[in-house]
């Protein structure tokens, strides 16, 4: 069986996962942006941060106080 291969030096590898992480992360920024239900969410989020409606909790305790 042959199989097709190309060969690509190391640094221009990393360029390209990297342009493509960039990528990635302008499209699920615009993702956000164009829904409003999740914008929405935000805002509300940040205003109850603000108004210091939050609770402080270690990963382990998220759970039960979720509960």
Not at 16 to 40: F, G, N, R, S
Not at 49 to 55: E, Q, S
């Amino acid at each position: 069986m042959e199989t097709n291969t190309i060969r690509i030096p190391m640094k221009m590898f990393e360029e390209m996962y990297d342009a493509h992480k960039k990528m990635d992360q302008v499209l699920e920024t615009l993702e956000v942006l164009m829904d409003e239900a999740t914008l929405k969410r935000l805002k509300k989020g940040e205003e109850e941060l603000k108004a210091g409606n939050y609770v402080d909790a270690a990963p382990e305790e998220i759970e039960e106080i979720l509960r």
